[in-house]
């Protein structure tokens, strides 16, 4: 069973429209994160949830909008796309959020193209 | 504020060589610092990681690394490179912050290429 998982994959889309992504982890644990990587590798943390709770919202567009309907699941809406939005949005989770030297367990990214 | 720099961001080694890729980090607290690894289209997963005591860790895939605080540095090495270690390679500095919560930042990743 895949530990954290994403979907979709690759999402392929017009400017304008509004998209999801969704993700689930089997591990149990408590915290869940979504980084997005941009086209040159850089990775940066968009959200992180503890418990159903936001606890990081660094700064992202009011267009993206985290949900985390129970402590397994956080999902992703984004809305009227934008080109910029292109880019691998990983979704991640730790074990609490109290751990400073947590590992983080990462999906296997779902990859957008804004056309 | 903490962060990391990545010197280099492609390094190229030939198969059974040394392989060496660097990592400075910037932090106002003793730092807790860890190297992961990317392969093609996949997630990033965890090679090692220093939190306190021993300054030399071992990681997984034959993969170490060196906390040196006098250089804030925490280079990543392998004796011998093989082709299967062709990734991206990550360094990422954690800290606590106001509320208890930690917060990762990641380097900008150096791309290893294994020559045979």
């Known amino acids: 069973d895949t530990a954290v998982s994403q979907t979709p994959k690759y999402l392929v889309t017009q400017m304008g429209n509004d998209k999801s992504i969704k993700c689930e982890q089997n591990l149990g644990h408590d915290t869940m994160y979504w980084y997005k990587q941009d086209s040159k590798k850089f990775l940066k943390i968009m959200f992180s949830?503890?418990?159903?709770?936001?606890?990081i919202n660094e700064t992202v567009p009011n267009r993206f909008s985290p949900k985390s309907p129970d402590k397994a699941h956080l999902n992703l809406h984004i809305n009227s796309l934008e080109l910029g939005d292109s880019a691998v949005y990983f979704c991640?989770?730790?074990?609490?959020?109290?751990?400073?030297?947590?590992?983080?367990?990462f999906g296997e990214g779902s990859r957008l193209t804004v056309l | 504020a903490q962060s990391v720099t990545q010197l280099g961001s492609h390094v190229s080694v030939s198969e059974g060589a040394l392989v060496l890729l660097r990592c400075n980090y910037s932090?106002?607290?003793?730092?807790?610092l860890f190297w992961y690894v990317q392969y093609p289209n996949q997630g990033l997963q965890l090679l090692l990681k220093?939190?306190?005591?021993?300054?030399l860790v071992k990681g997984i895939n034959g993969f170490e690394a060196e906390f040196k605080k006098s250089e804030t540095s925490f280079h990543l090495t392998k004796p011998s490179a093989h082709m299967s270690d062709a990734a991206e390679y990550f360094c990422a500095v954690s800290r606590s912050l106001v509320g208890g919560y930690q917060k990762v930042t990641f380097g900008t990743g150096t791309k290893l290429q294994v020559i045979p």
């Open positions: 932090s106002s607290v003793p730092p807790y």
């Open positions: 991640a989770s730790s074990q609490d959020w109290e751990t400073v030297a947590g590992e983080l367990f």
């Open positions: 949830y503890n418990n159903k709770e936001l606890i």
């Open positions: 220093y939190t306190t005591g021993a300054t």
